[in-house]
């Protein structure tokens, strides 16, 4: 069984940064392309960023570039999402996801994840 674990979220100041990790445990970790996605109340679930199961291919949100970065230790069977000058519109549930991926790819599209988070909270004041 495959199990998720995020953290790091809070409340922030506009401008502040965060470092959200997500621990997962269960299975083999670096044979998983790990996404971060994020919810907004009334709003639909959209992509954040993506790595690669070797952490040598990610993606981004256009939201994100610039501002959030992704990154894994396939040591610590972690990835972390750092994010940088936060604003308002950042705050969300965010939630990481693992897709047993059989290439190289970072995955954008939330229905290819095959394992969720039960997500952390990041609220950003103005």
């Known amino acids: 069984q495959v199990q998720l674990a995020e953290s790091g979220g809070g409340l922030v100041q506009a401008g502040d940064s965060l470092r959200l990790s997500c621990a997962v445990s269960g299975g083999t970790f670096s044979r998983y392309a790990m996404g971060w996605f994020r919810q907004a109340p009334g709003k639909e679930r959209e992509f954040v960023a993506a790595?690669?199961?070797?952490?040598?291919?990610?993606d981004s949100a256009d939201s994100a570039k610039g501002r959030f970065t992704i990154f894994r230790d396939n040591t610590k069977k972690t990835v972390y999402l750092q994010m940088n000058n936060l604003k308002p519109e950042d705050s969300a549930v965010y939630y990481c996801?693992?897709?047993?991926?059989?290439?190289?790819?970072?995955?954008?599209?939330?229905?290819?994840?095959?394992?969720w988070g039960q997500g952390t909270q990041v609220t950003v004041s103005s």
């Open positions: 790595i690669s199961r070797s952490g040598g291919s990610t």
């Open positions: 996801a693992a897709d047993l991926a059989l290439s190289g790819r970072a995955p954008t599209i939330s229905t290819v994840y095959d394992y």
